[in-house]
């Protein structure tokens, strides 16, 4: 069971980034999966999840106007879609699954996962 997160870079305030994070091993449609990111000196932070068929979302406030989670269970990827990035958003970004047998489980806590990706890093400049 291998995540294999992508897409992240350097790009200034106000831009956009979409992250990858595609599975192998398995099949990610029966699994939730979710984003967390981790900026230097601070605690890895919940950012979206998404359950295993895609219907239910769920981010916080500080992301939901800007960040946007999808699936493609075809292409065994989930995605996150960041918008009007700030420089705050600079952290190393990481996917998560979890196993779930109900379509409409999503999962916001860290402990509640059992697969990481490797991270990405995302640096938005000012």
């Known amino acids: 069971v291998q995540l294999q997160a992508s897409g992240g870079g350097l790009v200034q305030a106000g831009g956009s980034l979409r992250l990858s994070c595609t599975a192998s091993?398995?099949?990610?449609?029966?699994?939730?999966m979710g984003w967390f990111h981790q900026a230097p000196g601070k605690e890895r932070e919940f950012v979206a999840a998404i359950s295993r068929n895609g219907a239910m979302t769920y981010l916080p406030d500080s992301v939901r106007d800007r960040f946007t989670i999808s699936r493609d269970n075809a292409k065994n990827t989930v995605y996150l879609q960041m918008n009007s990035l700030k420089p705050e958003d600079t952290a190393l970004y990481y996917c998560a699954a979890v196993f779930t047998g109900r379509n409409s489980d999503y999962y916001t806590r860290e402990n509640d996962y059992r697969n990481w990706g490797q991270g990405t890093q995302v640096t938005v400049s000012s």
């Open positions: 091993g398995y099949t990610l449609s029966r699994y939730a």
